[in-house]
């Protein structure tokens, strides 16, 4: 038999001629953290089941690299998905709601089904039997009509209506033991592997729960973020008000010359959330001083922050506006990362006894003269900003540190009213292919960096990562101490980023680092259908990236 040296993981070894890469992956196996779970060769990922045709050097993920994470769980879906089929058949329609804590929400839909302990038992004891089977995972490329016929028998007419809107004539699904379903991304191959995850009831249905990428023997930790899952659930309803759940949804409204009602009926429901928000303000107004926004990158919060100043002001509410960009320490102070570059997300970037000064001054009705950032210079200047808050007047400020108390520790917790805004989609590719509110605020920072910013979208994907590390550190722990949360995400926007953010995906060459994230982008906005943002208002969050915003953004 003809065989070929090749370099895998640093080492030189002997690969038969046909061999797959899961054929070689099992003699690595120790090399990663967990069960391999996706290949790499040059710039491009590879499914385990793919036979290596070429001699350019072989690396292994297990799943603490991300894209390997997303095949794992998509692994445990196909699982699901399944047991859900052969337990209850077509007619139980099991859909993938949202993310919590990288865990995923999912409710069956058969109004006679309770969502009890003992369901759930039926539901895991048939995953594990797969699990034990260690059944293959098989990709299957058929015609598009074809893969269309199938959905619609196994109950999923979601599914059948993406297909239709599918340029390609062709379609892959895969196939677990007879049962078919549709994924976008990469597979493992087999079901062996899967064998670490739980279901848990929650809400109205259940959690999947997951591995720890770092001890993928355990379970990730899971606390109940109950305010952010109201919000999701409120996002549920917003999605049932506008008709509008799933891609395929998303694409009939511009068929059907709806795209503009969708837009209006979404950006009102945008007011109404923020008039509600401005309400709760005026209601503490005997106390509260300080309202403090924070959310991760490509939330929308300077234009939530101006939407929200209109709102207290049409309540006879005067807000001052705040930077906290202002209060950054000179940059031969700030700190430095393990690496010995400036971190300038810490919360020591800032200059804090500056700042809780400044806010006790403006809360006693000192006139205060606040410093602005140059950000050429690396030095604060003051330029003559002043401002003298009145009784009853609020100081508004907008940055990533707003939820922590470290922030304003000398400002009294009831002067203090906080609010936390992000993008958290709830619109999905389909019932079990949900659209990561991680990518869709990278999606708007690429669209809205080379616009505004002067940056490539290779750049903004580089960059990505500190990014999300930050916001995991600095963020997310402290979103459950928020007084009030914002979903800044609309139904609407990717069909109108897609073709802002198509080009400059395209422009990533394969020899680029940023190749794997671009490719996997393209394909996501290749399920929508194009729109123009003409009938978008001037003051919507979603004018801070594609442009014509009434604000200084």
């Given at each position: 038999?003809?065989?070929?040296?090749?370099?895998?993981?640093?080492?030189?070894?002997?690969?038969?001629?046909?061999?797959?890469?899961?054929?070689?992956?099992?003699?690595?196996?120790?090399?990663?953290?967990?069960?391999?779970?996706?290949?790499?060769?040059?710039?491009?990922?590879?499914?385990?089941?793919?036979?290596?045709?070429?001699?350019?050097?072989?690396?292994?993920?297990?799943?603490?690299?991300?894209?390997?994470?997303?095949?794992?769980?998509?692994?445990?879906?196909?699982?699901?998905?399944?047991?859900?089929?052969?337990?209850?058949?077509?007619?139980?329609?099991?859909?993938?709601?949202?993310?919590?804590?990288?865990?995923?929400?999912?409710?069956?839909?058969?109004?006679?089904?309770?969502?009890?302990?003992?369901?759930?038992?039926?539901?895991?004891?048939?995953?594990?039997?797969?699990?034990?089977?260690?059944?293959?995972?098989?990709?299957?490329?058929?015609?598009?009509?074809?893969?269309?016929?199938?959905?619609?028998?196994?109950?999923?007419?979601?599914?059948?209506?993406?297909?239709?809107?599918?340029?390609?004539?062709?379609?892959?699904?895969?196939?677990?033991?007879?049962?078919?379903?549709?994924?976008?991304?990469?597979?493992?191959?087999?079901?062996?592997?899967?064998?670490?995850?739980?279901?848990?009831?929650?809400?109205?249905?259940?959690?999947?729960?997951?591995?720890?990428?770092?001890?993928?023997?355990?379970?990730?930790?899971?606390?109940?973020?109950?305010?952010?899952?109201?919000?999701?659930l409120e996002q549920m309803h917003w999605c049932q008000l506008m008709g509008?759940?799933?891609?395929?949804?998303?694409?009939?409204?511009?068929?059907?010359?709806?795209?503009g009602d969708l837009i209006r009926i979404n950006e009102a429901l945008h007011?109404?959330?923020?008039?509600?928000?401005?309400?709760?303000?005026?209601?503490?107004?005997?106390?509260?001083?300080?309202?403090?926004?924070?959310?991760?990158?490509?939330?929308?919060?300077?234009?939530?922050?101006?939407?929200?100043?209109?709102?207290?002001?049409?309540?006879?509410?005067?807000?001052?506006?705040?930077?906290?960009?202002?209060?950054?320490?000179?940059?031969?102070?700030?700190?430095?990362?393990?690496n010995g570059k400036r971190n300038y997300e810490h919360i020591q970037a800032?200059?804090?006894?500056?700042?809780?000064?400044?806010?006790?001054?403006?809360?006693?009705?000192?006139?205060?003269?606040?410093?602005?950032?140059?950000?050429?210079?690396?030095?604060?200047?003051?330029?003559?900003?002043?401002?003298?808050?009145?009784?009853?007047?609020?100081?508004?400020?907008?940055?990533?540190?707003?939820?922590?108390?470290?922030?304003?520790?000398?400002?009294?917790?009831?002067?203090?009213?906080?609010?936390?805004?992000?993008?958290?989609?709830?619109?999905?590719?389909?019932?079990?292919?949900?659209?990561?509110?991680?990518?869709?605020?990278?999606?708007?920072?690429?669209?809205?960096?080379?616009?505004?910013?002067?940056?490539?979208?290779?750049?903004?994907?580089?960059?990505?990562?500190?990014?999300?590390?930050?916001?995991?550190?600095?963020?997310?722990?402290?979103?459950?101490?928020?007084?009030?949360?914002?979903?800044?995400?609309?139904?609407?926007?990717?069909?109108?980023?897609?073709?802002?953010?198509?080009?400059?995906?395209?422009?990533?060459?394969?020899?680029?680092?940023?190749?794997?994230?671009?490719?996997?982008?393209?394909?996501?906005?290749?399920?929508?259908?194009?729109?123009?943002?003409?009938?978008?208002?001037?003051?919507?969050?979603?004018?801070?990236?594609?442009?014509?915003?009434?604000?200084?953004?």
């Amino acid at each position: 038999m003809e065989t070929r040296q090749i370099n895998v993981m640093g080492k030189m070894v002997e690969i038969a001629e046909g061999a797959t890469f899961a054929d070689v992956a099992k003699d690595f196996s120790g090399m990663v953290n967990g069960p391999i779970m996706l290949a790499r060769q040059k710039n491009k990922l590879r499914e385990l089941h793919q036979k290596i045709r070429t001699c350019d050097d072989v690396t292994f993920y297990g799943i603490e690299n991300d894209e390997a994470m997303r095949v794992y769980r998509r692994g445990v879906l196909i699982l699901m998905t399944k047991a859900v089929y052969e337990l209850w058949g077509s007619e139980s329609l099991v859909v993938v709601e949202h993310s919590l804590q990288k865990n995923l929400y999912c409710e069956i839909r058969k109004p006679e089904m309770e969502m009890t302990e003992e369901v759930l038992a039926k539901i895991e004891g048939k995953m594990r039997e797969y699990v034990a089977a260690d059944l293959p995972i098989c990709k299957r490329t058929m015609r598009k009509e074809d893969a269309r016929e199938i959905a619609r028998r196994q109950g999923m007419p979601d599914k059948d209506e993406l297909f239709r809107y599918r340029r390609a004539s062709n379609v892959n699904l895969y196939e677990l033991d007879g049962f078919y379903d549709y994924f976008y991304g990469y597979m493992p191959p087999a079901t062996g592997n899967l064998k670490v995850f739980s279901l848990m009831a929650y809400e109205n249905g259940f959690l999947i729960r997951f591995p720890d990428p770092k001890q993928p023997e355990v379970l990730r930790e899971f606390s109940n973020p109950k305010k952010i899952s109201s919000v999701f659930l409120e996002q549920m309803h917003w999605c049932q008000l506008m008709g509008v759940k799933n891609v395929a949804e998303l694409n009939h409204t511009l068929t059907q010359g709806k795209f503009g009602d969708l837009i209006r009926i979404n950006e009102a429901l945008h007011e109404k959330k923020i008039a509600e928000i401005a309400d709760m303000i005026h209601q503490r107004l005997d106390k509260v001083r300080v309202v403090l926004i924070a959310g991760p990158s490509s939330s929308g919060k300077t234009s939530f922050a101006n939407r929200l100043c209109i709102q207290l002001q049409v309540l006879g509410i005067q807000p001052h506006k705040i930077s906290l960009d202002d209060y950054f320490v000179e940059r031969d102070k700030t700190p430095v990362d393990e690496n010995g570059k400036r971190n300038y997300e810490h919360i020591q970037a800032l200059d804090l006894p500056l700042l809780n000064d400044d806010l006790k001054k403006m809360i006693a009705g000192e006139l205060v003269d606040l410093p602005t950032y140059n950000f050429v210079t690396g030095k604060r200047e003051y330029n003559g900003n002043r401002i003298q808050a009145k009784k009853g007047e609020i100081l508004v400020l907008e940055g990533i540190h707003g939820l922590n108390d470290m922030l304003t520790s000398e400002i009294p917790a009831e002067q203090k009213f906080k609010i936390f805004i992000s993008a958290m989609t709830q619109l999905n590719v389909d019932d079990h292919n949900r659209i990561s509110t991680s990518d869709s605020r990278l999606i708007r920072r690429i669209v809205r960096d080379y616009q505004f910013r002067g940056r490539d979208a290779a750049t903004t994907i580089g960059q990505w990562n500190d990014v999300t590390d930050g916001e995991a550190e600095n963020i997310f722990p402290y979103q459950e101490n928020a007084d009030a949360i914002f979903n800044s995400a609309t139904i609407y926007e990717l069909s109108v980023l897609k073709q802002y953010a198509e080009p400059q995906l395209f422009a990533i060459g394969e020899d680029q680092p940023e190749y794997i994230t671009a490719k996997r982008l393209i394909k996501f906005l290749g399920y929508f259908l194009a729109a123009p943002g003409t009938e978008i208002p001037n003051n919507s969050l979603i004018k801070e990236f594609v442009g014509g915003s009434c604000f200084k953004v």
